[in-house]
């Protein structure tokens, strides 16, 4: 699994400059442009826990952008090893098997998205967007939420057969909705009751909940319990699937 | 059970042995019910037309498909339970290329090696020959994407080699590869018999399999049809020589009824006919005593592409 992220890392040395920049920068400019444009018109309220809104974003933000380059990564790219340039199928030929395989694939995501998560953070800081140290377990949260989503769309990819059309209905009607519905942007509170089931179903919030807990302070301990439960939960589920389509998909 | 695992020196077993093995894609089988043995430091071929079952016979030994049925042990092992064992000794040239293509030429060799769990200064080396061989060395650092297809065939092919391997499964080696690169690795392959490196080939070329092969198998429709050396599959199912007549466009048609009974066997080929027998002069000029007048002729020694189109009523040649 390890000689797995190796292979990865010869990738990255060659390509680090342009994956940097969709992992690590967007959300940064996300950043500037919400938490300090955006924010400096939104004034610290009820709505925001009292918080100025650059504080109240910038811990969503990061796990939003991890969510959203942990289901990126693990659509075309992930296809691409069964597919087009069909590596998978070339490590799998040596002692390398389908599950290792795909543990390595996890590993490697989840340490560049750790890796981004420090880079925002660092440059976060110097907005003056953390108020406490508790804030670093914000990359954690970002790391876990952004796997938890990644783990059903790797297992998609395994089960995609086609072109991959359906990776662009998913960005479309399940990423995009869980960005805005999720509590990134705004409170629970303001969203509609009506449409609130999908708050709760989405993992972004669940992990934004986390995020936001750990950066500002003052939650119930067994709520956060409910959504580390929750993302856990379905990183599991989603591993489970993943592999057994990985090896459905490689061993035929 | 004593006899499996490691290659026991005493007590040899084949390279490779499947008894009655079958593989099914849903309702079809792609190979139904073949037997065959793989001694250790032979070179074997399967020779067949398109979708005869050579490459998923071949994917079943390389421990990446499981069989449907049958028996099958590679290295004294069972795929089914001892897979990465058997890979790790192994070395691969699927059909079609599954380079890394974003990375260098050296990097696919190092990455790939790493994965055998071999350590870093040795793949290091070893990508440094493996790029020698296959005459890449001016390339090392070169991504593969814009590598012409020849020289990404070599590059797999010396993939297959990084990890030493005991048994080398080439899947049609030399598709797309120039004469020249086809004889250098024709030479290699050789070289590396002479090693005893056992080797099992899938091809189309006659000529290949006639160089390479010190045994080899006709499949066709999932069935081996023929087994022998190159020499005695000539010899079982071919006359010595063969005469070619070839006529003017149009005017083929009927020809065959003259001559036929001057030859063993014919074939009626779109764009010629065949005139098996072992004397091909004499037969020649037999089919001129009749007046007939072929545009062109030849007389040539049978090869196995004169087996298979016996064996199989279809040509190879593409
Ligand atoms: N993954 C697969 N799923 C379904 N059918 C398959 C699969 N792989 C091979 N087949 C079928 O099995 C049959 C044999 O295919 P195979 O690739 O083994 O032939 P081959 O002898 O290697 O042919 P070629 O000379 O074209 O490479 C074909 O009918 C093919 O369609
Ligand atoms: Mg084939």
Redesign the pocket.
């Known amino acids: 699994m390890w000689l797995r992220v190796e292979g990865h890392w010869a990738w990255y040395r060659r390509y680090w400059r342009s994956s940097l920049y969709s992992s690590g920068i967007e959300p940064l400019l996300f950043l500037a442009a919400m938490g300090l444009g955006f924010g400096s018109q939104v004034e610290a309220g009820a709505a925001t826990g009292g918080h100025e809104y650059l504080h109240y974003v910038a811990p969503a933000l990061l796990v939003a952008g991890a969510t959203m380059s942990g289901m990126g990564e693990s659509s075309f790219p992930v296809l691409s090893g069964f597919k087009w340039q069909k590596d998978y199928i070339a490590v799998t030929a040596t002692p390398i098997t389908p599950g290792q395989l795909l543990g390595g694939q996890m590993l490697w995501l989840a340490i560049r998205l750790g890796l981004s998560g420090v880079i925002y953070g660092l440059v976060a800081l110097t907005f003056g967007a953390w108020l406490r140290p508790g804030a670093v377990l914000v990359v954690g949260v970002g790391v876990v939420t952004g796997l938890a989503c990644a783990a059903p769309v790797m297992a998609l990819a395994a089960a995609t057969y086609d072109e991959g059309r359906r990776f662009v209905v998913m960005f479309r009607f399940v990423m995009v909705p869980m960005m805005l519905f999720s509590a990134t942007f705004f409170p629970i509170e303001q969203i509609p009751i009506g449409l609130r089931w999908l708050t709760w179903i989405s993992p972004l919030w669940h992990g934004n909940e986390i995020a936001r807990a750990a950066a500002l302070g003052g939650s119930d301990p067994l709520a956060i319990a409910g959504h580390g439960a929750f993302l856990l939960a379905l990183l599991v589920a989603g591993v489970l699937l993943a592999r057994k389509l990985f090896y459905r998909r490689l061993v035929? | 059970m004593a006899r499996d695992g490691e290659g026991d020196e005493r007590e040899p077993h084949p390279m490779v042995s499947g008894k009655a093995l079958v593989?099914r894609?849903?309702g079809?089988a792609?190979?139904a019910g073949i037997d065959v043995e793989v001694r250790r430091g032979e070179s074997f071929g399967?020779l067949?037309?398109?979708?005869?079952?050579?490459?998923?016979?071949?994917?079943m030994i390389a421990c990446v498909s499981p069989r449907s049925d049958g028996e099958l042990r590679v290295l004294g092992m069972d795929p089914e339970t001892d897979g990465p064992r058997i890979r790790a000794r192994i070395g691969v040239v699927p059909?079609l290329d599954n380079l890394d293509v974003e990375l260098t030429v050296r990097q696919n060799l190092q990455v790939y090696g790493r994965y055998f769990g071999l350590s870093r200064a040795h793949v290091r080396a070893k990508a440094v020959e493996l790029m020698a061989f296959a005459e890449l060395s001016d390339r090392a650092d070169d991504q593969v994407e814009p590598l012409s297809g020849g020289m990404k065939r070599r590059l797999t092919i010396a993939r297959s080699m990084v990890n030493d391997p005991e048994l080398l499964l080439l899947?049609?080696p030399t598709t797309g590869l120039d004469p020249q690169a086809r004889h250098l690795l024709w030479g290699r392959l050789y070289q590396l018999k002479q090693q005893g490196v056992t080797q099992i080939i899938?091809t189309?070329d006659m000529h290949e399999a006639e160089q390479l092969c010190d045994r080899l198998v006709v499949?066709d429709g999932?069935q081996i049809v023929a087994e022998g050396s190159p020499s005695n599959l000539i010899g079982r199912f071919s006359t010595r020589e063969v005469l070619e007549l070839r006529f003017a466009p149009g005017k083929q048609d009927g020809q065959i009824t003259r001559v036929a009974d001057l030859a063993d066997r014919h074939e009626v080929l779109p764009d010629r006919l065949l005139l098996y027998a072992d004397d091909g002069e004499a037969t020649l000029e037999a089919v001129h005593a009749r007046g007939v007048r072929p545009v062109s002729t030849l007389i040539r020694r049978s090869t196995l592409e004169d087996v298979f189109l016996r064996l199989t009523g279809r040509s190879l040649v593409e």
């Open positions: 035929v | 593989k894609f849903g079809i792609a190979v399967f067949g037309p398109n979708g005869a079952g050579k490459s998923s016979t071949m994917r059909q899947d049609e899938t189309h499949m999932g």
